[in-house]
């Protein structure tokens, strides 16, 4: 089946990227390293993942992992309080769309870098009080992520709007208007 999936595109990574997350899903690690591998011979890149936030005067990419120098205390101490009453609240990381051979506490550091949480939060920062945090994503969400933003817009009383590469997710007092559907 594999082979027949990337006979049909050998250049689009969203086969291999699909292949690598069945193996991993089903702890094939091996299988997973072998795809890699494989991307990596025929030259075959995935785009990376990155979050857009405008806030009229000024605007922001984040991709996963990358804070701004100038707001990386800011953003990472906000995102820690906002961790913290997120736990006292009830939150609990899922992991299961992490799709790599790593420690649990690896996997929640991983989530906790993702672009959508450090684009919000720079807009929690750096817009007026009050007004709606709108975020646009090339790929989906992740579980984690969708869960987390409907914490952090009861915890703020704030309206969070991501538009990722499927549909657009309305955050709002703890709500999303997708009812989930993700």
């Known amino acids: 089946m594999a082979d027949q999936l990337l006979g049909l595109k050998p ?14 899903a089903a702890g094939k690690w091996d ?6 591998k494989l ?4 030259d075959v890149k995935k785009e990376p993942g990155y ?4 806030l009229g005067k000024e ?9 701004p120098y100038t ?5 990472i101490r906000l995102l820690n309080e906002l961790a913290n009453e997120m736990n006292k609240r009830g939150y609990i990381p899922d992991t299961r769309s992490v799709m790599h051979d790593v420690e649990e506490n690896e996997k929640e550091q991983q989530f906790f870098m993702h672009s959508e949480r450090l684009a919000v939060a720079f807009g929690l920062l750096k817009s007026i009080p009050g007004t709606t945090i709108r975020v646009i994503q090339n790929l989906r969400i992740c579980l984690d992520c969708h869960n987390v933003l409907k914490f952090i817009s009861e915890i ?13 997710h309305h955050f709002q007092v703890g709500n999303c208007s997708c009812g989930d559907f993700l």
Do not use: Q
């Open 39 to 42: 991307m990596a011979e025929m």
């Open 71 to 75: 707001m990386r205390h800011e953003i």
């Open 31 to 36: 299988s997973v390293a072998s795809v890699r």
């Open 59 to 67: 605007s922001c990419l984040f991709r996963a992992g990358e804070v």
């Open 11 to 24: 250049k689009d990574p969203s086969t291999y990227i699909l292949l690598s997350n069945t193996y991993a």
């Open 51 to 54: 979050s857009w936030i405008d």
């Open 156 to 168: 703020t009383w704030r309206e969070i709007v991501v538009r990722d590469a499927n549909r657009f």
